[in-house]
T-cell receptor, first 112, second 112 residues
């Protein structure tokens, strides 16, 4: 079985640009969450989607948005990129909202 | 690869010894806990979970202990192997949002 897949694996963007990160959950999983991991820290929660609806949002500015598609894949969008947005962006999928979450390999975003 | 361990607490153990990694969680209302292992350049890997109605749970070579009185979680790894070298995070979950809140992580190094 394929695990959680994220694309792209690495990305370099310039300040002010926008970026779209993609995530495909494990087959059968309906919940997708996004996390930001800055170097040297644990992942920080950004969004959770379940059954295509936003179910939770972390303490991130409105420049961050996401959506979940009918096939349960998800996109994370970040507008007006700042240097501080440089991080590893992780997607996690779970069967529902209360069971264990499995993470993808992440997308390494560098903003220059 | 990603150097998530640069500013993290560290634990060094001899190969074959048992390891104990500790975590203090923040919210007394947390009802679900997960331990993750993160190797350099990779996403967090699920190790074991425990719900708040349990004190102990065992997996293959790993045991998680939960002490709700002092809000403390521990991960015990038996017969530690070189492949166990990684950063270990505990994560807690509470409330209707069901988001994971991660601890700061511990860098485990297995010495030959």
């Amino acid at each position: 079985d394929a695990g959680v897949t994220q694309s792209p694996t690495h990305l370099i963007k310039t300040r002010g640009q926008h970026v779209t990160l993609r995530c495909s959950p494990i087959s059968g999983h309906k919940s997708v969450s996004w996390y930001q991991q800055v170097l040297g820290q644990g992942p920080q929660f950004i969004f959770q989607y379940y059954e295509k609806e936003e179910r939770g949002r972390g303490n991130f500015p409105d420049r961050f948005s996401a959506r979940q598609f009918p096939n349960y894949s998800s996109e994370l969008n970040v507008n007006a990129l700042l240097l501080g947005d440089s991080a590893l962006y992780l997607c996690a999928s779970s069967l529902d909202r209360v069971t264990e979450a499995f993470f993808g390999q992440g997308t390494r975003l560098t903003v220059v | 690869g990603e150097s998530v361990g640069l500013h993290l607490p560290t634990l060094s153990v001899q190969e074959g010894d048992n390891s104990i990694i500790n975590c203090a969680y923040s919210n007394s209302a947390s009802d679900y806990f997960i331990w993750y292992k993160q190797e350099s350049g990779k996403g967090p890997q699920f190790i074991i979970d425990i719900r708040s109605n349990m004190d102990k749970r065992q997996g293959q070579r790993v045991t998680v202990l939960l002490n709700k009185t002092v809000k403390h979680l521990s991960l015990q790894i038996a017969a530690t192997q070189p492949g166990d070298s990684a950063v270990y995070f505990c994560a807690e979950m509470w409330g209707s949002a069901r988001q994971l809140t991660f601890g700061s992580g511990t860098q485990l190094t297995v010495l030959p």
